[in-house]
C-alpha cells in the first residue's frame, strides 16, 4: 500500500508564504506562483509516486471486459479504421522530402506522411484492442518497426536546433522537440496496451521501441537543460515558455512513468517534469488568458492539464492542484474566447473555427467543479463529434481517456452553451474584451477586441484589433492563420499579409503598418462594462514605428447592448497627410449603394450588417482578397473582401466615427 507522505520543512515553508502573500489586500493568491518543484520536492515525490509496474492508468488489452464494455458502434467504428490499413504498407519518408524545408520552405509534405504513420498505428493498435482476436498485430509490427527506423521523430521543421542546423537529421544529436516527443506518447502506449501480443511476433520489437525511446527523448531530456522550451535558460527576448513547454512535458512525462524501468532514474525524470512545467506556471499571468489565442490552448493549457491528470493518477490523487487558483482560469480561458457554435476570438496564429477536445474539457472542468466549462464541452454532444476521424489520431493517450469516460461524459451531455456576456482578459500581453447584447445567447451583436503588444508567440501584427458577429455569424473577421511554411517562422515572417496589421481591422498610417516586437503596444488601455454597454479605450500608435508619424491613435471600441458597435478613432499626426487608411476585413457580400453607407451581407444566413461612415471625410473603395491557402480555405470561402476608407483631404487630427447596426434595429 502506497502512504501519504508527510509534511516536509520545504513544504510547510512554502504554505506559510502562501498565507502570508493571500492576507496582502488585492492580491490573487498563490495562482501568482504555484511551483510543482516546490509544493512536491523530490524527496516527498519519491513517497507517493506509484512504482511503473503497479500504475494502471487504462486496461491492458488482454483485460477483455473494460474494452468490450464500451459501446458497440464504438468498436466497430475502430476496428473499421483499423480494417482500412491491413495489408497496406507503411508510407515511404525519404531523404528528399525531409529536405524540401530546407530547400524550398515546404513543411506540409514531410509532415502529412509522418502524420499518416502515427495515425495508421493509432488505428490498429485501437482496433486490435477492441477486437483482440490478434488480427492486427503484424500490421502493428510493421508500424512500430518503420517508425523506430526514422532517423529522426522531429519534423524538418525543428530540427534547426541540432548543432548541424536545418538539414538532414544528425543522428548523434537527438533534438527533443513537439512531435519527437509525441512519438514516444503514441509508442509507449501501444507497449502499454499490447506489449504482450506483440512479443508474440517478436519479443524485439518493444525492446526496440524502449531503446528508442530512450535514446532520443528520456536521456536528452534527462541529461540537458538547453532546449529553449524548457524554459531553464533566458530566451533573451522577454517571453515566459509557450505551449512546447506543456505540451512536450506531457508526452515525456507519459514515456518516463510507463518505459522508464530505473525507478530512481524513473523519479528523476518526473522531478525535472515538475521543474520544467514551473518555468511555465510560475510566470503565468493570473487571470489564465493563453496569449497564443484559443486553437493553441488545445496544447497550452490543455497540455499543461494533460500533465495534471498523469501525475495526479500516477500518485493517486496525492498530487493535485485543482483547488489552485490559477489552474482554475486557465481551464476557464477556452470558454472566454468562444463566440458561438465552433467560432472563436482568433488571436495569432489562431483559426476562427476550431474542433475542441469535447472530453478533455469536459473533465477539466470537473477537476475544477466549473459547470460552465462542462457545458461548453458536452454541447449538443455525440460520439461522432468526440470521436471525429482527424481527432482520433491526433494523441493516444487523449482518445484513451475519451473512450474510457465515455458513459460519464454522454450522460452530462448539455443543451446550452455558456455564452458569457462580458470577458475581460486584463494582463498586459492580452488586454482582451468580449461582449455581447445578452448573456446565454447569440442571438445580436457580439464583439471582442484586443490591445497588448506585438511581442507575443504566434504574434500578429494586430494591437487594437477587432472582430464582429451578428447571430453568431462572422461579419468583421481576423483572416487567421494560413498553413505553415519556412517562411512563417523566419524573419521574413511579416511579409505574409495574415500577419501585418493592413490585413487586420486597423488603420494604415502615412502607408506604414505596425511593427513586431514588444515594445510596440498599446498604452494607457481601459476596459469598462455595465448593463447597457461594454468598451475597451487604448492609444495604439506607439503600435507603430516613428515614421508613421502618429502622435497618438485613441481608440474606443464600445458594444451598446442591443443597439450597435462603436468603433472611434481619434488621432493627431506630427504633419497633415492625406496618406491615412483605414482597413476592414470581412467574408460578407459588401453592398455599397451610397456615400457613407456599406451594407455586409452574410452569404449563408442573409442576415445583414450596416457599416456607416462619414462620408465627407473618407473615401470607401473595395478590394477581394483570393483565399487560395489551404488551411485558410477551410474556414472560409474562396475569397474574402479588404474594405479601405481613405482620408479625403490632408489631415492632423481628427476623430473617425465608424458604426455597425443589424438592419431589424432600424
Known amino acids: 500500500m502506497i502512504m501519504k507522505a508527510k509534511t516536509s520543512i520545504s513544504q510547510i515553508v512554502f504554505y506559510f508564504f502562501v498565507l502570508v502573500y493571500l492576507a496582502i489586500p488585492g492580491s490573487v493568491g498563490v495562482a501568482k506562483n504555484v511551483s510543482l518543484g516546490k509544493l512536491y520536492p523530490r524527496e516527498d515525490l519519491e513517497q507517493i509516486l506509484i512504482s511503473r509496474t503497479k500504475w494502471r492508468p487504462f486496461p491492458k488489452a488482454n483485460e477483455r471486459a473494460a474494452w468490450l464494455a464500451v459501446s458497440e458502434k464504438v468498436r466497430n467504428t475502430f476496428i473499421n479504421l483499423g480494417e482500412e490499413y491491413l495489408g497496406k504498407n507503411v508510407p515511404n519518408l525519404p531523404a528528399t522530402i525531409y529536405l524540401e524545408y530546407k530547400r524550398i520552405g515546404n513543411r506540409s509534405n514531410y509532415q502529412g506522411i509522418w502524420l499518416e504513420r502515427r495515425r495508421m498505428l493509432h488505428c490498429l493498435v485501437l482496433?486490435?484492442?477492441?477486437?483482440?482476436?490478434?488480427?492486427?498485430?503484424?500490421?502493428?509490427?510493421?508500424?512500430?518497426?518503420?517508425?523506430?527506423?526514422?532517423?529522426?521523430?522531429?519534423?524538418?521543421?525543428?530540427?534547426?536546433?541540432?548543432?548541424?542546423?536545418?538539414?538532414?537529421?544528425?543522428?548523434?544529436?537527438?533534438?527533443?522537440?513537439?512531435?519527437?516527443?509525441?512519438?514516444?506518447?503514441?509508442?509507449?502506449?501501444?507497449?502499454?496496451?499490447?506489449?504482450?501480443?506483440?512479443?508474440?511476433?517478436?519479443?524485439?520489437?518493444?525492446?526496440?521501441?524502449?531503446?528508442?525511446?530512450?535514446?532520443?527523448?528520456?536521456?536528452?531530456?534527462?541529461?540537458?537543460?538547453?532546449?529553449?522550451?524548457?524554459?531553464?535558460k533566458s530566451r533573451g527576448d522577454g517571453r515566459r515558455p509557450n505551449n512546447w513547454n506543456p505540451w512536450i512535458n506531457s508526452n515525456v512525462l507519459t514515456a518516463s512513468l510507463l518505459i522508464e524501468e530505473n525507478e530512481n532514474r524513473r523519479l528523476d525524470l518526473v522531478y525535472k517534469v515538475l521543474r520544467c512545467l514551473d518555468n511555465y506556471m510560475v510566470p503565468y499571468p493570473p487571470d489564465g488568458s493563453c496569449d497564443e489565442?484559443?486553437?493553441?490552448?488545445?496544447?497550452?493549457?490543455?497540455?499543461?492539464?494533460?500533465?495534471?491528470?498523469?501525475?495526479?493518477?500516477?500518485?493517486?490523487?496525492?498530487?493535485?492542484?485543482?483547488?489552485?487558483?490559477?489552474?482554475?482560469?486557465?481551464?476557464?480561458?477556452?470558454?472566454?474566447?468562444?463566440?458561438?457554435?465552433?467560432?472563436?476570438?482568433?488571436?495569432?496564429?489562431?483559426?476562427?473555427?476550431?474542433?475542441?477536445?469535447?472530453?478533455?474539457?469536459?473533465?477539466?472542468?470537473?477537476?475544477?467543479?466549473?459547470?460552465?466549462?462542462?457545458?461548453?464541452?458536452?454541447?449538443?454532444l455525440t460520439e461522432e463529434k468526440l470521436f471525429s476521424r482527424e481527432k482520433s489520431f491526433?494523441?493516444?493517450?487523449?482518445?484513451?481517456?475519451?473512450?474510457?469516460?465515455?458513459?460519464?461524459?454522454?450522460?452530462?451531455?448539455?443543451?446550452?452553451?455558456?455564452?458569457?456576456?462580458?470577458?475581460?482578459?486584463?494582463?498586459?500581453?492580452?488586454?482582451?474584451?468580449?461582449?455581447?447584447?445578452?448573456?446565454?445567447?447569440?442571438?445580436?451583436?457580439?464583439?471582442?477586441?484586443?490591445?497588448?503588444?506585438?511581442?507575443?508567440?504566434?504574434n500578429h501584427n494586430d494591437v487594437g484589433n477587432f472582430i464582429v458577429f451578428v447571430d453568431g455569424r462572422p461579419f468583421i473577421v481576423d483572416i487567421g492563420k494560413p498553413t505553415y511554411t519556412r517562411q512563417t517562422f523566419s524573419s521574413n515572417r511579416y511579409n505574409i499579409p495574415a500577419m501585418q496589421s493592413a490585413y487586420h481591422n486597423l488603420p494604415t498610417i502615412n502607408g506604414v503598418m505596425q511593427e513586431a516586437g514588444r515594445r510596440y503596444g498599446a498604452g494607457n488601455v481601459t476596459y469598462e462594462s455595465g448593463e447597457k454597454f461594454a468598451q475597451i479605450k487604448m492609444d495604439i500608435a506607439q503600435a507603430y514605428p516613428e515614421q508613421a508619424g502618429a502622435k497618438s491613435w485613441v481608440r474606443t471600441v464600445r458594444l451598446n447592448r442591443g443597439r450597435n458597435i462603436q468603433l472611434v478613432d481619434s488621432f493627431k499626426l506630427n504633419k497633415k497627410s492625406q496618406d491615412v487608411v483605414q482597413n476592414f476585413i470581412t467574408p460578407c457580400e459588401v453592398i455599397h449603394k451610397e456615400p457613407g453607407t456599406v451594407i455586409l451581407k452574410d452569404p449563408e444566413k442573409q442576415t445583414e450588417l450596416i457599416l456607416q461612415y462619414e462620408s465627407d471625410k473618407l473615401s470607401l473603395e473595395i478590394e477581394g482578397i483570393d483565399i487560395n491557402d489551404e488551411s485558410l480555405l477551410s474556414i472560409w470561402d474562396s475569397r474574402l473582401y479588404r474594405i479601405l476608407l481613405k482620408s479625403k483631404s490632408p489631415t492632423g487630427q481628427d476623430t473617425w466615427t465608424f458604426q455597425f447596426s443589424m438592419t431589424n434595429l432600424f
Not at 472563436?344 to 483559426?351: R, S, Y
Request: aromatic share 12%.
Open 127 to 232: 482496433a486490435e484492442c477492441f477486437e483482440g482476436k490478434g488480427r492486427f498485430r503484424d500490421a502493428i509490427s510493421n508500424v512500430l518497426w518503420a517508425i523506430c527506423e526514422e532517423s529522426s521523430w522531429t519534423w524538418p521543421a525543428h530540427i534547426g536546433a541540432q548543432k548541424a542546423g536545418v538539414d538532414l537529421p544528425e543522428t548523434t544529436e537527438p533534438i527533443v522537440a513537439l512531435f519527437s516527443a509525441q512519438t514516444a506518447d503514441s509508442l509507449t502506449w501501444t507497449v502499454y496496451l499490447l506489449k504482450d501480443r506483440i512479443d508474440t511476433v517478436s519479443p524485439q520489437i518493444c525492446k526496440r521501441v524502449q531503446h528508442e525511446i530512450n535514446l532520443r527523448i528520456l536521456k536528452p531530456y534527462l541529461e540537458r537543460d538547453d532546449f529553449g522550451w524548457m524554459g531553464f
Open 293 to 380: 489565442g484559443p486553437s493553441y490552448w488545445g496544447h497550452a493549457g490543455a497540455s499543461l492539464f494533460d500533465n495534471l491528470e498523469l501525475l495526479y493518477s500516477a500518485t493517486d490523487g496525492r498530487l493535485s492542484l485543482y483547488d489552485n487558483s490559477l489552474i482554475r482560469e486557465i481551464g476557464r480561458f477556452i470558454y472566454r474566447a468562444h463566440i458561438s457554435d465552433d467560432y472563436f476570438v482568433n488571436i495569432g496564429d489562431c483559426h476562427a473555427r476550431l474542433d475542441i477536445y469535447h472530453d478533455l474539457i469536459f473533465r477539466y472542468g470537473k477537476r475544477i467543479n466549473d459547470l460552465k466549462m462542462q457545458a461548453f464541452a458536452t454541447y449538443d
Open 394 to 458: 491526433r494523441s493516444l493517450g487523449r482518445i484513451l481517456f475519451s473512450l474510457f469516460n465515455l458513459p460519464t461524459i454522454l450522460a452530462a451531455k448539455s443543451s446550452s452553451q455558456p455564452l458569457l456576456r462580458d470577458v475581460w482578459l486584463g494582463n498586459e500581453d492580452m488586454q482582451m474584451m468580449a461582449a455581447r447584447d445578452k448573456e446565454g445567447s447569440s442571438t445580436g451583436l457580439y464583439i471582442a477586441g484586443w490591445a497588448g503588444h506585438n511581442g507575443q508567440s504566434h
